[in-house]
């Protein structure tokens, strides 16, 4: 089977059904995961709180833990994420892609 798991941000797939994730990898099942945002953020003053680097890292080690191999990452920002064309069309990309895998 595919799955595919679908976050805005980075912890989001780990937190919201992370256990689902590891279930299906146990069974052999060919898992996605999209996060759509860099997720790194700044504070009102534009001071970098969180990078985009770091924040991949710890997702990178994160994804390991259930043994998450196939993380597809957007570059949509975190504050402006909307349910927009941009995203649909980039989801619909990724699942026709991974239909055929």
Request: net charge negative.
């Amino acid at each position: 089977m595919n799955v595919l798991a679908i976050g805005a941000h980075f912890d989001d797939i780990e937190l919201g059904c992370g256990g689902v994730i590891a279930k299906h990898i146990d069974l052999g099942d060919n898992v996605t995961v999209y996060v759509a945002t860099e997720s790194g953020f700044s504070d009102h003053r534009n001071k970098i709180i969180r990078s985009s680097d770091v924040v991949r890292k710890e997702a990178d080690n994160a994804m390991k833990i259930p043994g998450i191999t196939d993380m597809v990452c957007g570059t949509f920002k975190v504050i402006r994420l909307e349910f927009i064309d941009e995203l649909n069309i980039e989801i619909l990309k990724l699942v026709e892609e991974k239909k055929s895998n």
